[in-house]
């Protein structure tokens, strides 16, 4: 028979059911072979099927005279049966898709995505794999360590998902009695309608030098620069730089300026006043509530993925400026589940881009 004549079609593989047993038991009792048994069966099986079941159903019998004898019961193989399903759970289906896998590993291991993000940014890219996970489906796998480069040591700090309750511990800062109050602070600004409104702290680490880091509330944009030491001049110093740097259009890019009520933030006047045009100003400074950090909610998201390349107590003066500026591109680029898991840069671009 030639190759074009031959029309076999691939067997569709079906477990043994309870009725298939106990015609096993019965053709076993007459001494047929295990061959012979798996071809009187409808659909055949093939003898190692049988085999395994004629060893999976036997069980111990003593008869008249006390003697010990194994013999194969229908239900004993039925119950064992049911007892591996029940142990076995469900499969997990993206076992098979390696190229998923490998993508989920690198996104988390090196790119120190978050499950979430993986996920959102799959759908947002409109990337194809074989097959379609959710993030607590990730989650899970990673906890029972089936992914072979990925531990929970890879993944952000799970937070617990119950809303926390805010509330202002003091109204007025004792030591910052002068400072414009975050009650002060327009509408639009409080809703994020309008763009160019941003919130700014300090992230420390080991030693005296740390990084001063800005959030656009709109957008939220990131720009995170590198500090000798926490102090109000050198805060002023990056503030002129950025001044010198974008001119006349600072005062567009940073129309006003939320801040905690830290030493380094608390020379109002200094902040707001522009260092090319004498007597005006070139943005406006509003700080906090103390011990509300909640008011800059974007803010300390921001420093969260900071942490994941910079941790607490590391040495940040060992970090290059490239380093920074890396870690500050990573952030503007990072799936965000507030947009829809766009980045901050597509959300912006994509704004722009509608309103021309």
Same mark, same amino acid.
């Given at each position: 028979?030639?190759? &074009?004549?031959?029309?076999?079609?691939?067997?569709?593989?079906?477990?043994?059911?309870?009725?298939?047993?106990?015609?096993?038991?019965?053709?076993?009792?007459?001494?047929?072979?295990?061959?012979?048994?798996?071809?009187?069966?409808?659909?055949?099986?093939?003898?190692?099927? +049988?085999?395994?079941?004629?060893?999976?159903?036997?069980?111990?019998?003593?008869?008249?005279?006390?003697? /010990?004898?194994?013999?194969?019961?229908?239900?004993?193989?039925?119950?064992?049966?049911?007892?591996?399903?029940?142990?076995?759970?469900?499969? /997990?289906? +993206?076992?098979?898709?390696?190229?998923?896998?490998?993508?989920? &590993?690198?996104?988390?291991?090196?790119?120190?995505?978050?499950?979430?993000?993986?996920?959102?940014? +799959?759908?947002?890219?409109?990337?194809?794999?074989?097959?379609?996970?959710?993030?607590?489906?990730?989650?899970?796998?990673?906890?029972?360590?089936?992914?072979?480069?990925?531990?929970?040591?890879?993944?952000? /700090?799970?937070?617990?998902?119950?809303?926390?309750?805010?509330?202002?511990?003091?109204?007025?800062?004792?030591?910052?009695?002068?400072?414009?109050?975050?009650?002060?602070?327009?509408? &639009?600004?409080?809703?994020? &309608?309008?763009?160019?409104?941003?919130?700014?702290?300090?992230?420390?680490?080991?030693?005296?030098?740390?990084?001063?880091?800005?959030?656009?509330?709109?957008?939220?944009?990131?720009?995170?620069?590198?500090?000798?030491?926490?102090?109000?001049?050198?805060?002023?110093?990056?503030?002129?730089?950025?001044?010198?740097?974008?001119?006349?259009?600072?005062?567009?890019?940073?129309?006003?300026?939320?801040?905690?009520?830290?030493?380094?933030?608390?020379?109002?006047?200094?902040?707001?006043?522009?260092?090319?045009?004498?007597?005006?100003?070139?943005? /406006?400074?509003?700080?906090?509530?103390?011990?509300?950090?909640?008011?800059?909610?974007?803010?300390?998201?921001?420093?969260?993925?900071?942490?994941?390349?910079?941790?607490?107590?590391?040495?940040?003066?060992?970090?290059?400026?490239?380093?920074?500026?890396?870690?500050?591109?990573?952030?503007?680029?990072?799936?965000?589940?507030?947009?829809?898991?766009?980045?901050?840069?597509?959300?912006?671009?994509?704004?722009?881009?509608?309103?021309?």
């Amino acid at each position: 028979m030639g190759q &074009e004549e031959y029309n076999t079609k691939e067997k569709k593989w079906t477990q043994l059911t309870e009725r298939d047993r106990y015609k096993i038991e019965a053709l076993n009792r007459q001494k047929l072979s295990a061959a012979e048994i798996g071809m009187a069966l409808d659909p055949p099986r093939d003898r190692r099927t +049988i085999e395994r079941e004629l060893r999976q159903g036997t069980a111990e019998y003593r008869d008249r005279e006390w003697r /010990v004898k194994e013999v194969y019961y229908a239900d004993t193989g039925q119950r064992r049966h049911d007892e591996k399903a029940a142990n076995k759970g469900r499969g /997990v289906k +993206i076992a098979g898709d390696h190229q998923l896998i490998k993508h989920i &590993e690198k996104k988390i291991k090196k790119e120190k995505y978050s499950p979430e993000a993986v996920i959102g940014e +799959i759908k947002d890219n409109g990337m194809i794999f074989r097959t379609t996970v959710c993030a607590k489906t990730i989650y899970n796998m990673i906890d029972k360590k089936m992914f072979k480069g990925l531990s929970n040591d890879d993944l952000p /700090v799970k937070r617990d998902k119950r809303k926390r309750k805010y509330k202002k511990v003091s109204s007025i800062a004792l030591h910052n009695t002068r400072g414009r109050s975050i009650e002060e602070r327009p509408k &639009e600004t409080e809703k994020r &309608e309008e763009s160019g409104h941003w919130e700014m702290d300090c992230v420390m680490g080991k030693g005296k030098v740390c990084l001063l880091v800005m959030t656009e509330r709109k957008y939220r944009t990131e720009r995170i620069f590198k500090m000798a030491s926490k102090t109000q001049e050198n805060v002023l110093k990056i503030m002129d730089q950025l001044e010198r740097k974008h001119k006349s259009n600072f005062n567009k890019i940073f129309k006003s300026i939320t801040m905690d009520n830290g030493s380094e933030f608390l020379d109002m006047n200094s902040l707001e006043r522009s260092c090319l045009t004498a007597g005006t100003k070139r943005t /406006v400074c509003y700080y906090t509530h103390p011990y509300s950090a909640f008011e800059r909610g974007s803010n300390e998201v921001a420093n969260k993925l900071i942490r994941r390349f910079i941790p607490k107590g590391a040495d940040i003066s060992k970090y290059k400026n490239d380093e920074i500026k890396r870690i500050e591109y990573w952030i503007n680029n990072y799936p965000r589940k507030i947009f829809g898991y766009m980045s901050s840069s597509k959300m912006k671009q994509s704004h722009i881009s509608s309103s021309l």
